[in-house]
Nanobody, 120 residues
Framework: QVQLVESGGGLVQPGGSLRLSCAVSGSIFSISYMGWYRQAPGKERELVARITSDGTTNYADSVKGQFTISRDNAKNTAYLQMNSLKPEDTAVYSC??????????????WGQGTLVTVSS
């Protein structure tokens, strides 16, 4: 069984920074990609950033230059460094990963989500 556990959300003032972590655990052979999505109140979920196994990244236009996604393959963990946070970045951030298990089955899994609130 494969699980994703996120951490690092919370309350931050405008202009502040947070780093989110997403750890994948279970019977993992490899992780093809990891990504962060967010859903703000009353809005649809949107892709924030994504990173593949070879380190290729892509970002939503709204966060380019502000957020940085990275991954530690040895720890099966992805990070989202969020700087210069704005109130409009307030959302539930969820981690998503494409995982190949040790029996070579492919799974797409989601974390439980972590709330980021940007407010003074």
């Amino acid at each position: 069984q494969v699980q994703l556990v996120e951490s690092g959300g919370g309350l931050v003032q405008p202009g502040g920074s947070l780093r989110l972590s997403c750890a994948v655990s279970g019977s993992i052979f490899s992780i093809s990609y990891m990504g962060w999505y967010r859903q703000a109140p009353g809005k649809e979920r949107e892709l924030v950033a994504r990173i593949t196994s070879d380190g290729t990244t892509n970002y939503a236009d709204s966060v380019k230059g502000q957020f940085t996604i990275s991954r530690d393959n040895a720890k099966n963990t992805a990070y989202l460094q969020m700087n210069s946070l704005k109130p409009e970045d307030t959302a539930v951030y969820s981690c998503n990963a494409g995982v190949i298990s040790t029996v070579h089955l492919y799974f797409e899994r989601w974390g439980q989500g972590t709330l980021v609130t940007v407010s003074s």
